[in-house]
């Protein structure tokens, strides 16, 4: 991501990614395996533990959320390879300018969300490692000083991360997870822990759909070629390091330091100790190197987010953005102590906001042009006075999903906990997809169809205003 500051595409301007930009097969699957490669899922194993779950179902709830997430995410990259355009830009296109301001809202507010549990994550694991405490100041300190990376366009510690950390990561939780499961008795291994939180299963598979979702994947794919299963291996690697091993490896942390749901930081001091030889140094080193890494992800979703609203502005610079989104992301991680059960709500909204934006997207681009005979054309970024007022239809079906998804992962102010609702995240997209489609092909043979679509000015039918 460092590379892309000095010209990211991310404005209206220069926003469509030309083809001899596009990247390679080798550096995505590099760069999700960075990704994966992180402590999001050591601390999802984690929490599986302390929900009671065995080894297997904590593997099998990973594993199962990353297909859910793959039949997702397929079509999501899909839609930024084929546009070569970031997701807040598409936005502008196909929900129109009111849509365009929220989904810019939402990708700030889920991505500043992920920033903030990294960093009190990280501030959390030098408080185990070394007693620093301070947890708060660390972790907003950390937020501040985290946007250098997209701010100055470094690329050393992205090369380090992909090239030295995150393969040095991987040994050590394969060894770790070969250790303990050759030390652990059998009986333990299979047994349910005693659990102190409650979790059904298919709530746990939410979970993991949330700790993989992105949400802005246009953002990174527009990079990508443009054909639907190119992704395909970067994502089967990065789903086996994050979703299995990884979530072992946090399981058998749990197991092995005997630690509770709160006790991350000391729990990881006691893996350090336990398997990468007592190094400590070592061990806050690769936790430095991927948090910060996969916080670059959290920043420059942020600042492609922002960049659509504020990219325009005479005399305003990529580098204000930066600073900007810098400002939020460490108000929130200030705040994000406060919150209860913070990482199950960020990976709850994670799992149904953006992903409701983006399905309807795909929905408008791949399938609505064959059912109704209406093609958006996204060749170009409109600008803002020339995009619609707003695509109707689409914002009352995110809509329409998103309370639904909020009911039922149980994040609605008034609840006390969440329904027994299903895969609650699939849902939500599902409804989201199928009710656009639906509603948009209700309004497509009416008049003033490609205005209440949301077509920008230039490209509505003849004779709708
Ligand atoms: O940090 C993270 C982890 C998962 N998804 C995100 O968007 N950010």
């Avoid at 297997?56 to 999501?76: K, T």
């Avoid at 490692?129 to 501040?144: K, M, P, R």
């Amino acid at each position: 991501m460092g590379e892309t500051a000095e010209h990211d595409y991310s404005t209206g301007a220069a926003g469509v990614v030309p083809m001899d930009q596009r990247r390679s097969q080798y550096h995505f699957v590099a760069l999700w395996v960075t990704l994966a490669a992180g402590f999001t899922y050591l601390f999802l194993g984690f929490q599986y533990h302390d929900a009671g779950y065995s080894l297997l179902e904590a593997v099998g709830a990973g594993a199962i959320g990353a297909v859910a997430y793959f039949l997702y995410a397929l079509p999501a990259a899909y839609l930024g390879s084929t546009t070569g355009q970031t997701h807040a830009l598409l936005t502008r296109s196909v929900f129109g300018r009111i849509g365009s301001a929220l989904a810019t809202l939402l990708l700030v507010g889920v991505a500043a969300g992920w920033t903030a549990f990294a960093f009190n994550l990280l501030a959390t694991l030098f408080d185990g490692l070394y007693g620093w405490g301070h947890i708060t100041l660390v972790s907003v300190l950390l937020a501040v000083l985290g946007i250098a990376n997209n701010l100055f366009g470094f690329k050393g510690i992205a090369g380090f991360a992909r090239w030295v950390a995150a393969p040095l990561m991987i040994i050590w939780v394969l060894f770790l997870v070969v250790k303990g499961l050759t030390t652990t008795p059998g009986q333990a291994l299979a047994a349910r822990p005693a659990g102190t939180v409650e979790l059904p299963f298919l709530a746990g598979i939410g979970v993991a759909v949330g700790s993989v979702m992105w949400g802005n994947e246009p953002d990174t794919w527009r990079y990508g070629k443009p054909k639907l299963f190119w992704p395909v291996p970067a994502f089967a690697v990065a789903f086996a390091v994050g979703l299995v091993l990884f979530v072992a490896g946090g399981w058998m942390m749990a197991e092995l330091s005997g630690q509770g749901q709160y006790d991350f930081g000391p729990a990881y001091r006691y893996v350090v100790q336990y398997s990468l030889f007592g190094a400590l140094w070592l061990g806050a080193v690769v936790a430095v190197v991927l948090l910060v890494s996969i916080n670059d992800g959290n920043y420059y979703e942020m600042i492609n987010g922002g960049q659509n609203v504020l990219g325009q502005l005479p005399g305003w610079r990529r580098w204000h953005t930066c600073l900007l989104m810098a400002v939020i992301a460490a108000v929130f991680t200030w705040l994000f102590p406060s919150v209860e059960d913070g990482f199950f709500k960020v990976a709850s909204w994670s799992s149904i906001a953006l992903p409701s934006i983006t399905v309807v997207m795909c929905v408008d681009r791949f399938l609505l042009p064959r059912l109704t005979g209406l093609t958006r054309p996204v060749d170009q970024v409109p600008s803002w006075r020339e995009a619609a007022t707003a695509n109707w239809p689409g914002l009352v079906s995110v809509a329409l999903a998103v309370g639904f998804g909020a009911w039922g992962l149980g994040l609605l102010p008034w609840q006390d906990s969440a329904p027994a609702a299903g895969l609650v995240p699939v849902e939500t997209w599902l409804l989201a997809g199928l009710l656009y489609a639906a509603l948009a092909a209700a309004v497509a043979k009416r008049p003033l169809a490609t205005t209440v679509l949301g077509f920008g000015r230039r490209l509505r039918h003849h004779g709708d205003v």
